[in-house]
């Protein structure tokens, strides 16, 4: 799979290779995946349950390795790095969204926003003002020394949707983010994360079952056993 | 938000799961404290002295020796003062109410002992005044209520009267403070004259010489010398410092060191068991979370600090508590138990608290750190 512009992709998968051991067995789940993402792009990625989406996705991460191939973002090898390296990698250049919005509960919705800021070099007025300025854009200012356990489910999400950007990342990688969401709220969501590609640049990759979802994206991927197999561009 | 901040969230997460790891805690350190300060105060023999040395009999501390020996030791190369002593040993009101007094020649003990029984000479100078003045040291005279110019009396165990009766009365002259914290002031000085006039029995004896050597000499062979002196004499003598005897003392009845340690050994034995065995199942519990901080991008290291500093936090908590609590006790019933919290305690405690935070913390950390971030997102 391959985006369309001539610029160099900003996500670039190339014949890679990865499987996992089950007992004595070895279970491949990519044997040659290529991928494409230029840079500002919102792709969605459907499939069916064990077509790799979220093998793909800890990979794109960061959080787990090829075995082989190559996986490059933002001209990095993340195949190359080790496991710090990855860590510093993700502080500085991604965010993530997660299905069931993963938040700490005995922090306030603005200390969860701030964490990821703990690992840059930041006073603590401009952590401060970073986080108020990201709840804020998200539509929860006021809502700063809420602890999640009080919040609805879109609230929540957007508490984790502003934890993934309070660092400015590149790039930006939701795995279901709106499957533990109402309709009304998931429009929400996704309404936002289009705002993040559009007006942000932000690149969003997107992990999910719903369809109505991966129509916001402006490229939808199919993974089915390991492989893409069908590709849908926005009108 | 800080990582510190983090970690005491982390820490209070189930605050009665913590508070019973820090009452834990507390509880050890409070143990310990006041142990160590038994073995530094006056009841160990760390308050006694290496300077100065006893001289008694071989055959035993209550096998009196003539007060005649003196003038021999005294011409010991070596010697720079001595005295003696005798014990009367009785008690007051009740059986179970023991005191003691040590008959000496007060302004011999002045010269050899009196910086640290925290003697002066115009206390030593107001026994002058009547033979059976005594000096009270501070801990027996609070623990008695006695004040200075009040009448006491003791009725010894053996020491009988020349008229038959055990009742010995004394008119108090003075308090002496003790040099330190750590000296043992529960006894009573008076003058051996008296004494030695009054008694029914073993008139012109000593129970022991008390001397200091000149400066510059070796302790070990003045012992040698003083003892070889008398080795062929009708009193042979057996002669060691202030803190061998005590050491001896204490070991008659048990090795009190040896029981201390093993106390404290097995107190914090079993705490290190219990606090280890709940942090790896907390950190456990929060295996996911760990995975989340991964993903957030947190290092390998950052993760092994926050759970140390976590059980650092409930060691420091608990254990400055318990030290706290030490500090207290040793300061209602130092007076009478001898008990010091010196500043040398403390600081090996909060050594021991920082030792222990971080070996309690070690293996529940390391699992965190190690967990791949894959395996710790299944956990949910």
Redesign the interface.
Known sequence: MTDTNDQPPYIDLKGIRKGYRIGAEMVSIFSSLDLAIAGGEFVAIMGPSGSGKSTLL?ML?G??GPDGGQLRIGGKRLDQMG??AR??????NMG?VFQ?Y?L?P??TA??NV???L??KPLS?RE?RIRTEKVLDLVGLAGREKQYPTLMSGGQQQRVGIA?AIVSDPGLLLCDEPTGDLDRKSADEILAMLGFLNKEMGKTIVMVTHDPQAARHASRTLHLDKGEFVEERSAA | ???F??AW??A??KPLRTLLLVVCVTVAFLIYGLTASFLAGSQGAAGGSDDILGVMSAAGRSTPMPQAMMARIASTPGVATVTYTTRLRGFVGVEKNVVSLTATDPAALLAINGRELGLTAELVGSLGAARDRVLVGRALADAQGWTVGQHVAITAFRMARQDGGRDWRFEIAGIFEGGNASTDTYFMIGRYDYINTARARDKDTVDAFILRPRDGVSTSELVARIDAAFANSASPTRTQSEKQFLEAFLRQYADVGLIIDLVVGASFTTLLLIVVNTMVFAIRERT??IG??????????RILSLVLGETLLIFLVGGILGLALARLGSGIAGPTLGLVLSLLVLAKALALILGLGLATGALPAANAMRT???AAFRT?
């Not at chain 1, 860590?87 to 500085?92: G, K, L």
């Open positions: 800890n991460a959080i787990d496991e710090s860590s510093a990698w993700r502080a500085h993530i069931f993963n700490l005995m922090l603005a200390e701030e964490l990821p703990l690992l603590a952590r934890r | 938000m800080t990582f901040r983090l969230r982390n209070w997460r996911f979370e989340l901080l991964k993903t957030l991008g947190v290092s390998r290291r791949p971030v894959t949910r």
